[in-house]
């Protein structure tokens, strides 16, 4: 019942949008499709010089975080596929020299550069990288989670599930096995539990199926 709710929620603002969108559009040639050409190009160069920003903050925050090495940050840009699974080996290592010493400070600091550089890991499209990148997520969620706070394991959870939700709808069956026993290990760990886990997975197969 409440998705046929919704559903007549949705489908009465898409067609208020179309109706007003439809007497909106401005004519070709005509003085508002110029302003909005020049407003959509400006929006753009925008988007693109935000984009960049981000970028360069993101890779600086992951760089403090492999104490600047760059080279292991260049390896994982590149087209092999090997190279890119053995950067991830070599940056394991040196999240471990790190969770090592780890307490409820020094984890919230490493909290936000290890999700920025999970959540590009998690996006490869090569089998083997993507599940070298699980290992490494089993371990930096199961080192961090004792030491965090409920609101950052909700964060957290809702970084990384989303990623392997979608890919569990992947052909591979590697994949998708690999994915399942991530979710079922976070579920299980005794700082995450079922509840966080179970709202975020069904949070995103909801997305998804929208």
Do not use: C, W
């Not at 092999?80 to 790190?98: E, M, P």
């Amino acid at each position: 019942m409440k998705k046929l709710v919704t559903e007549a929620k949705a489908e009465s603002l898409a067609n208020s949008s179309h109706a007003t969108g439809a007497q909106n559009i401005p004519k070709p040639g005509s003085a508002n499709m110029d302003q909005a050409r020049k407003t959509a190009e400006a929006f753009g160069l925008k988007n693109a010089a935000n984009q960049i920003t981000n970028d360069y903050l993101n890779e600086d925050a992951i760089l403090d975080l492999l104490n600047r090495k760059k080279d292991i940050l260049d390896q994982l840009k590149l087209p092999n596929v090997k190279k890119r699974q053995r950067a991830i080996v070599d940056i394991k290592k040196i999240i471990q020299q790190k969770i090592s010493k780890v307490n409820s400070s020094t984890a919230r600091d490493l909290f936000e550069p290890i999700s920025l550089l999970m959540r590009q890991l998690l996006t490869d499209d090569a089998v083997e990288v993507y599940l070298e990148s699980l290992n490494l997520l089993k371990y930096v969620v199961g080192s961090l989670a004792p030491h965090l706070s409920s609101l950052d394991l909700h964060l957290m959870m809702g970084s990384f599930i989303g990623l392997i939700v979608n890919q569990t709808g992947k052909d591979n069956m590697r994949i998708r096995v690999a994915s399942d026993k991530v979710i079922v290990f976070f579920a299980r760990h005794n700082s995450i539990g079922s509840y966080i886990v179970a709202k975020e997975v069904l949070k995103n197969i909801e997305r998804i199926n929208r």
